[in-house]
């Protein structure tokens, strides 16, 4: 069961930069919901696994998704944020950006564009992408993508027409019946530890 996380600073205390209204609102009430509804959702999911009904399985998906990352990306946001008094990035990380962004003002200013121009409802992200030892400002729209923001893939199969479609044209259902025989768990142990 996933639960919320306290705040570590009383509502009032990010104004005025940020009012005690519009935390209340945004923690009591949309990040709440976004934790309530990924314990309904993963509930549910048990109950298909338990069934052998997975007659709802795409939206199920979706929902975890959607109010998983909703959840991880507001716990995030909030415990980003704190009292106005400075703080700075470490001398480490400071280093990592002025190498990936040429400097503070320049990531700074990366990070303010990206975020104006996200499309309707979103994020702006400052991301560590540990394939390239390198930081990233990412945009998200809406907050979920079909994947759960933090997630480590373990075991993956390209669902891509290019994949299967020479061999098994239409047929899904055959190609991944084949793909169970032919995983190496040995990788995906590896990458689980
Ligand atoms: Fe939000």
Redesign the pocket.
């Known amino acids: 069961m996933l639960k919320m996380i306290d705040l570590p600073y009383p509502l009032n205390s990010l104004e005025p930069y940020y009012s005690k209204e519009t935390l209340d609102l945004?923690y009591n009430i949309?990040?709440k919901g976004y934790v309530d509804n990924t314990n309904q959702t993963q509930e549910k999911l048990k109950k298909a696994r338990d069934t052998g009904d997975f007659s709802n399985i795409k939206c199920l998906e979706k929902n975890l998704s959607f109010f998983g990352s909703g959840a991880i990306l507001?716990e995030l946001?909030f415990l980003n944020m704190g009292i106005p008094i400075p703080t700075e990035p470490s001398i480490k990380l400071m280093q990592q950006i002025v190498k990936d962004f040429g400097n503070y003002e320049k990531f700074k200013n990366q990070f303010t564009e990206a975020s104006k121009a996200v499309e309707a409802s979103g994020w702006c992200l400052l991301v560590w992408v540990p394939k390239w030892s390198k930081l990233e400002i990412l945009q998200c729209e809406k907050h979920q993508n079909l994947t759960l923001w933090g997630c480590k893939p373990l075991l993956v199969l390209d669902m891509w027409e290019h994949s299967y479609y020479l061999q098994y044209h239409t047929n899904r259902a055959d190609y991944i019946s084949a793909f169970w025989n032919i995983i190496n768990w040995n990788e995906v142990n590896k990458r689980f530890t």
């Open positions: 945004h949309l990040y507001h946001f």
